[in-house]
């Protein structure tokens, strides 16, 4: 979950390329699934898509191709995508490992949670909370509007883990595998737009026009 306010369109274009290099992963999860029972044959290899546990091979496999190229886009590796990327590999691991597709269902439920805790504990217990840590540096915000920021972005994580398992247990695996791919880009873009709006007010005012560099 990202917003981004670059100086200059080098970084503006690395910028986007890794928002989608994060997205590819789970468009490729969502396409190798449509192909469930296809059998392809590519230089006398063979083999069968089946299901959800093909499509979560490909995810961890294509997740892990994509790290070392947003590394080399920008430079880092940020630790939101560490986290994402550790809890895919003991999930999607344990949904191969065992068979069963509930593992590969909870982890997005399990990581946004996680994140809930951790951003409502530092706004609670720290003196500043995650988001302010993070874009302190780039823009200046009372600290009534940081913590606004912070508890939205908790809703947010909350709201988005409970709907992923609503649509997990009441609908079919199919329509889980399809709101996993939309629902990431729109509750992604949503988030984004909610963050904008409640800090523009002051991003005139505190950071010169053209010379931001916010990332969260």
């Known amino acids: 979950m990202l917003v981004y306010c670059h100086r200059g369109n ?4 690395r910028s986007i390329m890794k928002q ?10 969502f396409t190798v699934y449509q192909f469930d029972g296809e059998t392809f044959e590519i230089m006398g290899w063979s083999h069968t898509v089946s299901g959800i546990y093909t499509a979560t091979a490909v995810l961890i496999v294509s997740t892990l191709i994509s790290l070392p190229i947003i590394w080399w886009l920008t430079g880092e590796l940020e630790k939101r995508l560490l986290w994402t990327t550790a809890a895919l590999l003991v ?3 344990a949904t191969l490992a065992f068979q069963n597709e509930l593992f590969i269902q909870w982890k997005p439920s399990i990581f946004n949670w996680g994140m809930a805790i951790a951003f ?8 500043k909370n995650f988001l302010e840590r993070l874009m ?3 823009i200046t915000l009372p600290a009534k509007i940081w913590g606004r920021l912070c508890w939205v972005w908790v809703a947010h994580f909350t709201l ?8 997990a247990y009441r ?3 199919a329509t889980w595998v399809a709101y996993k791919l939309w629902s990431g880009i729109a509750f992604t873009i949503l988030l984004m737009i909610i963050t904008t709006l409640i800090m523009s007010p002051w ?3 505190s950071t010169p026009a053209g010379d931001s560099d916010v990332e969260f």
């Open 10 to 13: 080098n970084r503006l274009t």
């Open 20 to 29: 989608l290099l994060e997205f590819i992963p789970i468009i490729l999860f």
């Open 91 to 93: 999930f999607g691991g």
């Open 120 to 127: 409502g504990a530092s706004q609670v217990f720290g003196s």
């Open 136 to 138: 302190g540096a780039q």
């Open 160 to 167: 988005v883990g409970i709907l992923n398992l609503v649509v």
């Open 171 to 173: 609908f079919e695996e």
């Open 203 to 205: 991003l005139k005012n």
